[in-house]
């Protein structure tokens, strides 16, 4: 159904519109728009429980009605009106935001949660202002930023450079923008997040077409990003950075990169490293792999429409990719083919009715013509994934004593998933068994899968086969496991995942006196102050890095990068302005952090001792999980130039302010 613009629409399209909006939403914006006291009166109950507890909502169908028939009343009058923009009642804004979410928000955080609204679209981008006076024109173009990868954090990072006038060049060895969504290609991949968050909030306009989107839209949306903000042309791409040194006289950055015409150098002043950690394959080492004569492919580098139709694959691994790939591959393979899922260790999986399903017109209608509709939609979704909401999940209580559970919670989680996969899997407790994981839930990445579409579903089927036994070799033909049984095999996929705790590899990174990364994380594995900044490194930035995968610490991976993104041009933004040339942080300061973090990480269901998956390192312990939660965080990053600015933390624990934590050279 194709939706007329407002300006151009019947009163029976706005009707069937506002037909599918969600009641409580349309209680805050007409209460912003209008200040309608009679809907902002109107009572909320609350949803049944899932996994994130029961949720505010309005159900009483002449409340509903109400509600809806006031908004097509605005929508019809507003239209009528030439549909002029309507700027935001910032004295109505609070009220309006509890009353859409039916909570209200703790006011020392309520700046967090306008920020992720995206009303103001720079809000969390870096900007010179009275607290960071512009320099000079010559103060700028005196230095340069270096920025490694162009995925969603390079992307984020360039567009804050450019708004703020600082030369950088981002350097991508891939052939175009995107990052994981660029590389994973595999049928099935989509986000398991809410794609609603999943947008930069300086660019929310793009209209969000599902709940969780696939990878193709994800791809469309950095290429829109890139487009929008002419970004491709400060991006050398199909470079591969190789080293980056820093040269201590000249208080610079060597960096060598390997392109299409051969070696490539630059000098820059400050490099931020947007490289990820999810996208160096991880290809397991299998005796006889060399001899297979079919086809191997790992996830990450999913060749073009491969011709799976009555093949025989062999899925090996059994993570969220396997989880959401084995049911479109089998697709693909079709009733003539077959799949072997090899698993070692199974993974929990949360049932998302409508997991896979695209919004209706009506919902996307709505989003970009009821003034605030989507700014509105993203923070209710962020709510659900707010501290508040989750941070319980993750929590071990020690007093709690069950032999595959950690807290009370946890075991109605676990409860919960099993009958899940016991009514997925009629008649095959085997099955059941199998798909059972010791270790508790959230002690890996939880996977949500679709009601009617997914990988207990697909385990059914005839021409599928869950192999348990463990994997001795690969033969020529096929896969032998434990035991002696060969199964023969047109294609092999490694599900396998990503070298996700070597962060930088496999970079040269160098700092003061030529001491390498390795040499600095050699006795437990990676860490930085922030997720962000190495002792040593002066000037050296890094975006999603050790311990900053936010997981159920509220908001996500958009929220942790913009943050850190900030914090980090703040440091950079101090050093033009202030003809200064290094800043570094004191190492003091990164152990206290590291020391919080391995205090609160010992809380953590993912520190359970049964864990085997990369949420542990080689050390025992995570590099990549963010214990703190995100409310803390957003407050230690938000303001490095401010010395003074400790006093409005009151949290001594932390103190990223120039000339406290960090030292300024
Ligand atoms: C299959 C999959 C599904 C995921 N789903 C979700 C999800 O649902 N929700 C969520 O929040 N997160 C998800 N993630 C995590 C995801 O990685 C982040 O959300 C996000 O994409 C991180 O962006 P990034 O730019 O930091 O890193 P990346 O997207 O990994 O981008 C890093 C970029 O750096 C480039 N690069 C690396 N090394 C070099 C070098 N030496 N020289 C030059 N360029 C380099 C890479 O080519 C890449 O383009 C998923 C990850 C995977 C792999």
């Known amino acids: 159904m194709a939706m007329k613009k407002l300006l151009d629409a019947a009163d029976a399209e706005i009707e069937a519109a506002v037909a599918r909006a969600d009641a409580i939403l349309l209680r805050g914006l007409l209460y912003l728009i209008n200040g309608d006291e009679e809907a902002a009166s109107i009572p909320q109950s609350t949803s049944d429980a899932d996994f994130r507890g029961p949720l505010p909502t309005i159900v009483d169908p002449e409340h509903v009605a109400l509600l809806r028939r006031k908004t097509v009343e605005f929508l019809e009058s507003y239209r009528d009106a030439g549909a002029p923009n309507l700027p935001v009642a910032t004295d109505r804004l609070n009220r309006a935001m509890d009353l859409a979410l039916g909570v209200q928000i703790p006011e020392d955080e309520r700046p967090m949660w306008i920020e992720q609204m995206g009303l103001d679209p720079m809000a969390r981008s870096f900007q010179w202002d009275s607290a960071y006076p512009e320099p000079t024109e010559a103060q700028k173009q005196g230095f340069l930023v270096v920025v490694i990868g162009a995925g969603m954090g390079g992307l984020n990072s360039a567009m804050q450079l450019k708004k703020a006038g600082i030369p950088f060049v981002v350097i991508e060895k891939n052939g175009g ?20 968050n999943y947008f930069h909030t300086f660019a929310t306009e793009y209209p969000c077409p599902g709940s969780y989107c696939p990878q193709s839209v994800n791809q469309s949306y950095f290429d829109w990003v890139a487009d929008k903000f002419e970004l491709r042309k400060n991006i050398a791409f199909s470079t591969e950075v190789k080293s980056v040194v820093w040269d201590e006289d000249a208080h610079i950055y060597d960096i060598t990169a390997e392109g299409p015409d051969g070696q490539k150098c630059w000098r820059a002043n400050a490099v931020i490293s947007c490289v990820g950690f999810l996208n160096r394959p991880n290809l397991p080492k299998i005796a006889g792999a060399e001899s297979y004569k079919g086809q191997i492919i790992h996830t990450a580098r999913w060749p073009d429409k491969p011709d799976l139709a009555g093949k025989r694959v062999a899925v090996i691994g059994s993570g969220a990719t396997s989880y959401q790939m084995v049911p479109e591959v089998l697709k693909l393979v079709g009733d003539d083919g077959h799949l072997s899922l090899f698993q070692r260790t199974p993974s929990w999986c949360f ?18 013509n009821l003034p605030f509709m989507a700014n509105f939609s993203r923070l209710q979704v962020s709510w659900v994934v707010s501290p508040a909401v989750l941070l319980r999940l993750i929590e071990i209580d020690p007093n709690y004593k069950h032999p595959h559970a950690r807290s009370e919670i946890n075991k109605l989680t676990r409860d919960a998933a099993i009958a899940t996969m016991t009514r997925m899997m009629p008649g095959r407790p085997d099955l059941v068994e199998k798909m059972t994981p010791e270790s508790p839930p959230f002690s890996s990445r939880p996977i949500l899968i679709d009601s009617d579409n997914n990988i207990y579903n697909a385990l059914m089927q005839d021409n599928v086969e869950l192999v348990t036994d463990g994997i001795e070799t690969i033969t020529p033909n096929g896969i032998t496991t434990v035991g002696g049984k060969e199964r023969l095999f047109d294609i092999i996929v490694y599900a396998t995942g990503f070298k996700a705790n070597d962060f930088l590899w496999p970079i040269d990174l160098r700092g003061r006196g030529g001491k390498s990364i390795g040499e600095l994380w050699e006795k437990d594995g990676a860490r930085a102050y922030l997720g962000t900044m190495i002792p040593g490194f002066p000037n050296f930035f890094m975006i999603y890095g050790p311990n900053m995968n936010p997981f159920l610490n509220g908001l996500g991976v958009v929220e942790m990068e913009e943050l850190s993104t900030r914090f980090a041009l703040r440091c950079i933004g101090t050093l033009i302005r202030q003809n200064r040339h290094s800043v570094d942080v004191e190492e003091s300061a990164y152990n206290r952090f590291n020391e919080e973090l391995d205090r609160l990480e010992a809380n953590k269901i993912y520190a359970d001792h049964r864990v085997t998956n990369y949420y542990k390192n080689d050390f025992g312990r995570s590099a990549v ?41």
């Open 177 to 196: 923008v995107g990052g994981t969504w660029h590389e994973n290609r595999y049928p099935g991949a989509r986000v398991d997040t809410p794609s609603r």
């Open 351 to 368: 049932e998302m009715p409508g997991y896979l399903k695209s919004f209706s017109p009506e919902v996307m209608w709505l989003d970009r």
């Open 625 to 665: 999980n963010c214990p703190f939660d995100i409310r803390l965080l957003w407050k230690w990053w938000r303001d490095p130039a401010d010395a003074e600015g400790i006093s409005k933390i009151s949290d001594p624990l932390i103190r990223p302010y120039i000339g406290q934590d960090l030292r300024v050279e």
